[in-house]
């Protein structure tokens, strides 16, 4: 490693849905850690659709990525010089280091990663921050219950496969809604769901009725047109997780919607509960999780799924195929071999 | 009395807000209470914005009134017959006898009304319906905390006045939203209310804004203009208590929103709570509401403001007034003399 590594910055604020254009590749100058300090070689990185809110300067619930600065991210990598007590030479960690090859960061950022435990990258994905989200908002949020029935939206993505698997083992009916016939066979034949929808379906709204007449939780991930069709099969007293909201994140499909005093009067008449959920709030479940989750990911009663681009270069065109869905499973950027 | 007693019927479904001529004034007989049924004589009749709901054939939670029945409502009244084991005649009761000189209805439907602890019409006020509307909403639905700040709408209304009155006596800063210059002195100089803003204000949203920058509970009311106002206010991890709408009821105001998108955006980025709530699936709250609240309704503590139409006859103008916000307070029918 030179004191310089590669990173992509943010060159421009899209209008609507991002281009390659609004993302450069950019040589950044690292420092020498100081005290409490490592420095990391980064060997995955992470594509969440969240940081297509960071690209705006709208007001939300973290600050935008500035104009020029490194792209935001979650990623796994290797320490390779460490100034900080308790981090050595070749640990594996997990840390906010951005799309970039390397990073100096705080040590309080970081967290370990065993490699013996799984996979290194499924910290990124079901053993991470994804799966993190799935089990808070089943348990938390959506409140689920043996015997209810769930619609999981993005059925096959890093978290929706978890919701649905992870409901499926507790006893509830298990209907997925995903983007196209080989995710909703996967859904199906892999992941164990009753059923799964293509949400590109014309009739997508009699399709999920048929399959899911009386829904008790809807595991919001996109919003947009699978939203109109749930809505209406929403049983009394029943909830709505709000973790995404995928079709609308670039100004699109706003027209597959209903008016705001529709759904005013379905929460009211069926005395609904809508809550939203940013997974950074219960960092403090994360034990509890894994205790949970990390056996059955080890024994293969939770399977996942992994969509790999290779080389940091890549991180733009595989970020705007994601928000297209062209990803199945956990998005990945293969940043170094490990 | 005789057999035959005076009702309100529907006689035509409205479009949009409803009309005298929707209502029929009938004469109906009524036949003598059988084993388990009592006669009653109605004090006391209740208008609430609910039975707007009641006059469509849309499915909701409760079957419309079907064509040419007579108006559903909740009502106080003088036992005149009994032929049910434990009420005799002369008991004050209350039971779903409809916009009626009378009724004869199973002792099942009855609850005794203790004229000694309080005026009798208020137990279908600050003591009944509204009352419990208030306190549910507030402790389960809100889930209100000491130095939180709640936005009331319909503020002096018979649920809002109690959510507010409440609301302060736990601590909460408290803001009002009313109809006109003399209900919002009323809640402010009589109810104690912090500050209250006039919802035809035409910088309603400015307003609201100098006075609660950080809303953590919305008390939803009514829709409309206020609840475009509030959402931008509200706080990270605030609640929505949704128990009415009364602004959009009558398919009107529907450009008084903002598009579904944005309030998904708002609930994601703010972890907000919406939750729609019914007052008859609380019934079993009743007797901890009212070991709470009566005897702050009896010394004074919490006040309530009525209005009230003289005659049945009158019942139909009232609630059409009601409707556009005409009553102070909780909206009562005097139908006879107690």
Redesign the interface.
Known sequence: MTDTVKAITLASRPKGAPATSDFATETVELKAPEAGQVRVQVLWLSLDPYMR?RMDDAK??AAPVPLGGVMEGEAVGRIVASNAEGFAEGDIVIGPFGWSEGAVVDATHLRRVDPDRAPIQTALGVLGMPGLTAWVGLNDIAEAKAGETIVVSAATGAVGSVVGQLAKARGLRVIGVAGGAEKCAYAVEELGFDACIDHRAEDLAEQLKAAAPEVDIYFENV?GAT?AAVLPLMA?GGRIA????IA?YNGKN?DQ?????A???A????????????VM?HADRREAFLDEVAPLVADGRVKYRETVAEGLDQAPEAFLAMLEGGNFGKQLVKVADA
């Open positions: 809110g939300s619930y919003g939203l009394v709000l973790i995404g909201m609308w706003l919607t209903i008016p705001l005093p759904m005013w009067r929460i009211l008449t069926k005395r609904l509960k809508v809550q939203g959920m940013i709030d």
